[in-house]
Nanobody
Framework: VQLQASGGGLVQPGESLRLSCTASGFTLDNYAIGWFRQAPGREREAVSCISSSGGNTYYADSVKGRFTISRDNAKNTVHLQMNSLKPEDTAVYYC???????????????????????WGQGTLVTVSS
């Protein structure tokens, strides 16, 4: 069971990036998927999650209106479209799988690192002029 986040890079403020989370060894459509990020010297924080069906999505206030999470279960992929990026979005971004659909309890469980059972290696996003 492996998750892999990709798509990070160096962009200027105001630009966009699309991150992808892919899986090997299992199919993502059985899992809610969350995106987290961790900036240097800071704790890992929840960014967004999407239910296994894709019908429910949740966002941290800091990214609401700028980021969009989506999934393509046929391609076993979850995306995080990040628009209007700011320097404070700079972090390593991780995707993680939630087997119990606690993503739907976003404010209590969906934002908690321990809710998620499988984690991928992160991808670095740097927003700088």
């Amino acid at each position: 069971v492996q998750l892999q986040a990709s798509g990070g890079g160096l962009v200027q403020p105001g630009e966009s990036l699309r991150l992808s989370c892919t899986a090997s060894g299992f199919t993502l459509d059985n899992y809610a998927i969350g995106w987290f990020r961790q900036a240097p010297g800071r704790e890992r924080e929840a960014v967004s999650c999407i239910s296994s069906s894709g019908g429910n999505t949740y966002y941290a206030d800091s990214v609401k209106g700028r980021f969009t999470i989506s999934r393509d279960n046929a391609k076993n992929t979850v995306h995080l479209q990040m628009n209007s990026l700011k320097p404070e979005d700079t972090a390593v971004y991780y995707c993680a799988a939630d087997t119990r659909e606690l993503c739907d309890l976003w404010t209590t469980w969906g934002t908690v690192v321990g809710t998620y059972d499988y984690w991928g290696q992160g991808t670095l996003v740097t927003v700088s002029s």
